[in-house]
Every structure is written in C-alpha cells, then in structure tokens.
C-alpha cells in the first residue's frame, strides 16, 4: 500500500516548513515533559528556522546528511544524522533529529526517514527522552538497544540507543 510519503535531501528552501515540523513535534512529543515556557516561547520557531537554515547552508554543517518528508506537497516528517559527537564510543554515526507530525505515524515515514539518513547497515547512537515509550518501541524495531547511558537536554531526561 502506497502511504504517499516521499522522502528526500532537504533544500534551503525547507528551513520554514522544517522549523514548523520541529517545534509542533516537539510541542505533540514533549508537553509534560519539557518546561511550557520552552515549547510557548514566541521566538521558538524562529530560532528553530535559523537552526534549520544554518544546518542547510553553513559549511560546517556540511558532514550532516538532512532529509524531510512530504506528504500531498506539505512538509510532514525531518531527520539529521552525521559524525558522532560522543566521545568514547565505538559508533562513529548518530541520528540528532528525527520527527513526524503524529497524524502519520505508522505509515513509514520515520522509517524512511531513518534509512535516508543512515546508512542501514551503520553502527550509529541516539538520544530520545525518556519516557517516550513510542519512540523507544520505533528505534526498537530498527535494532537500536539501550547501552545504559543517560543524561538530561532541555529539561527532558534522555537514554542513549545504540544500533550495533
């Protein structure tokens, strides 16, 4: 079945609409987790748009592999992966980003997303918060366990996956 995802290289042009899939997702994913006053700030997708718009045209993002998703011509899901920043780990790739609007869920677009990417054979980590038990169950499915680490960002407390 045909779930009309396409996933492709994001573009400058896609730094609003990423901004956008960002800070909503993260508004769905993370209210009760991350402090209200981080995810209401009124400057919060602008600062999410230059994020995005650096990441898509300064050169020292240039080692970042950035894909989104569409769905019916409209932005739905975004990922970012590139050299680990983790010192003292035998994984030399991590996934930084990867969101999709709810409402898909389910129909393959965070898989496709994944693959996009990283490389499905790669040793590569992650950080997702914890709880997040339906993230947890997604990177599950795709062969990333727990290694035992665990930190706190932006409020939200957080376990390292590792696929191996």
Known sequence: MDSGIQVRP??????????????????????????????????????????????????????????????????????????????????????????TYAAIHGRGAGAALLDAVVEPTSVVGLWVADPNPRAQAFYRKHGFLPDGACSAEDGIDEIRMVRH
Do not use: N
């Open 10 to 99: 994001a573009v400058e042009q896609d730094a609003p609409a990423m901004a956008r899939v960002h800070v909503d997702s993260w508004r769905q994913t993370y209210r009760g987790l991350m402090a209200d006053t981080v995810l209401d700030d009124p400057d919060l997708l602008d600062q999410r748009g230059k994020f995005w718009a650096a990441v898509l045209t300064d050169p020292r993002y240039s080692m970042q592999r950035v894909a989104v998703a569409e769905h019916e011509s409209e932005l739905v899901g975004i990922a970012m992966a590139g050299p680990s920043r983790e010192p003292d780990v035998d994984w030399l790739e991590q996934l930084f980003v990867l969101y």
